[in-house]
């Protein structure tokens, strides 16, 4: 009778280890399921931005350009330039988001103002 128990335990488990390999195989299938959609949530959600981006700039290029027009009476002059350069400013928000186009840096805009001796250019 022990002898039968001891078997019937080990059956048990070599069951479970079966088993609890099985669910860790799951396991791993599942996080590199739920990995794989993270990272498409991320494209989506960059997606959402620099599209949300663009057409920000473009709306208010074409609304300064309309208050231009309206209260200067310029016609459809400002809302045209306006608008160009709304389109223009989202186009390069939406390089720079995207990593296509780098920033300036702080120190480059001091350096095309100032010599090496710290100095101006008009030397004062």
Partial sequence: MA???KESLEERMKRLDAELAKRRTDD???DA??????DS??????AMKLSSEFVA???????LGYLLDRFAGTGPWGMIVLLLLGFCAGVL?????AGKVASP???????GRRDGNGKSEDGA
């Fill in 3 to 5: 002898e039968d128990r």
């Fill in 105 to 111: 840096h702080p120190m480059d805009r001091m350096a």
């Fill in 28 to 30: 791993k299938l599942a």
């Fill in 93 to 97: 928000n939406v390089l720079r988001s």
């Fill in 33 to 38: 399921a739920e990995e794989r959609a993270a």
């Fill in 57 to 63: 700039a473009i709306i208010v290029g074409a609304l």
């Fill in 41 to 46: 949530r991320k494209g989506y959600a960059v």
